[in-house]
């Protein structure tokens, strides 16, 4: 018998066949427009990442509200995925599907500012704490024109990130250490010049690292989320932000704090939770109830030198914003969602929730003895194939396990429960119930005695 991560190996597999053919049989509908979309889709899907699940061929989806799906075959699921945090306040959130229906009759785009762009802008002054702000339409987009503000602030080319990070499709950002030595990653496509050039890697949590990558003066601004998240959650150690943040400012290098997913922690992040101080902050997703849309603030110094930097630019085209960016049906969106889902009240709820979800898998794990862990922020939570947390993005990468994962995944979404396809995040929104969760543990643990 193979033992892996605690199970039977060959137990699994078959597992995995079997659940494969369950699949298969029971999605006639999602089959067909699969077949469809290889005539003219590339790769069959219209992003090639909607591929990365666990499942035969793409599962489609026809419609969703709140906590819940439902696939065009009629199966309806509890969404613990919620569009990995694009929907992380529940699917079509009411206010925001109001919101957007009335400014669709008075128009959705002018290249000009509407009635709301100053509400949304005092808003989110009050919930991060930093008085000037500007638009995009994605988290990528937002980390791109803030990286080329604190370049054009700081006089500094080199941007630093933390090896393991994800910060959306910026390409600057592609860069891992391989044992020890900063590479440009190979799954990047297309790529023609060497990243390394201008952007160095360290290791999260390592503040000996942090510093020697910063003490040269040449680092315009450390793009990091306040947490890893997307290689499989990484906490930062007591006392990790309050060093950094100090090194940052000997060094004259910009903080730009990344909180998409951290914004799992309350209404105004992990920056507001914890006491941070960026120069610059981007949030995308959920900002705007699931609509696309992207926000990015400057503190007020940080504020002042970016508009010095442009009045003494040249006359033209910056290269920073697009046509539709800060259009008007997103700010409409944004504004209610800021007003009426994104509430002080609804985090609580949500994190009540998620801690019951995180004090459930860990008495699985300790029922039957496995070797995972659990690491909760706010809302989000996730179970890892180790038995104590990673402190690093390099150990955080050892762990992960694509086959084992598609096992675990497979397994909750023929059975009504989707989790995100990347490692074993999960999230709760406010529609989500107790029950939902209870089932959720209920399955888990339905699973792990199947494969003891």
């Known amino acids: ?191 023609v010049y060497d990243l390394t050039a201008h952007t160095r890697s360290v290791e999260f949590n390592d503040l000996a690292a942090l510093e020697q990558a910063l003490c040269d003066g040449e680092v315009a601004c450390l793009l990091a989320e306040p947490a890893l998240t997307n290689i499989g959650m990484v906490l930062p150690q007591a006392g990790f932000w309050a060093a950094a943040q100090a090194l940052c400012r000997r060094y004259g290098t910009l903080l730009l704090l990344d909180e998409t997913h951290t914004i799992s922690c309350g209404p105004g992040g992990y920056t507001a939770v914890h006491g941070l101080a960026p120069d610059l902050l981007v949030l995308g997703k959920p900002v705007a109830g699931g609509v696309p849309c992207a926000v990015y603030g400057f503190s007020a110094d940080a504020a002042a030198r970016a508009e010095a930097a442009k009045r003494a630019a040249p006359p033209g085209h910056s290269g920073i914003g697009t046509t539709l960016s800060a259009n008007l049906l997103a700010m409409a969106a944004m504004r209610a969602n800021l007003a009426e889902v994104m509430t002080d009240a609804a985090y609580a709820q949500m994190c009540a929730l998620s801690a019951r979800l995180a004090d459930g898998l860990q008495a699985l794990i300790a029922r039957h003895a496995l070797p995972w862990c659990v690491t909760r922020l706010g809302a989000r939570t996730e179970f890892q194939f180790c038995a104590t947390p ?9 762990i992960l396990d694509e086959e084992m994962e598609r096992i675990v995944h497979l397994y909750l979404l023929n059975r009504g429960l989707l989790i995100t396809p990347f490692h074993n995040m999960l999230l709760v929104c406010p529609h989500t119930t107790a029950a939902d969760v209870d089932r959720l543990l209920q399955v888990l643990d339905e699973l792990v005695l199947a494969l003891r």
């Open 1 to 191: 018998m193979t033992v892996r991560h605690g199970i039977n190996w060959e137990k699994a597999q078959a597992l995995l066949a079997a659940e494969r053919r369950d699949f298969a049989a029971r999605m006639p509908r999602s089959r067909e427009l699969a077949q469809q979309g290889a005539a003219h889709l590339l790769f069959g899907v219209p992003l090639h990442w909607m591929n990365d699940w666990s499942t035969p061929f793409p599962l489609h989806v026809a419609a969703a509200h709140g906590a819940h799906f439902r696939d065009v075959d009629g199966h309806d699921y509890v969404d613990f995925c919620l569009g990995d945090t694009g929907a992380m306040f529940g699917h079509s959130p009411a206010p925001v599907a109001a919101a957007i229906a009335r400014q669709s009759a008075r128009g959705y785009t002018a290249m000009l500012p509407g009635e709301d762009a100053a509400w949304v802008g005092q808003e989110l002054a009050r919930r991060f704490g930093l008085p000037f702000w500007q638009f995009a339409l994605s988290a990528s987009d937002a980390n791109r024109f803030a990286i080329r503000w604190a370049r054009a602030i700081s006089g500094r080319s080199k941007v630093l990130v933390f090896n393991g990070c994800y910060h959306g499709t910026v390409d600057d950002v592609f860069v891992d250490l391989d044992d020890g030595r900063p590479r440009m990653r190979d799954s990047l496509l297309g790529q």
């Open 390 to 398: 990673p402190r690093n993005g390099s150990e955080a990468g050892r």
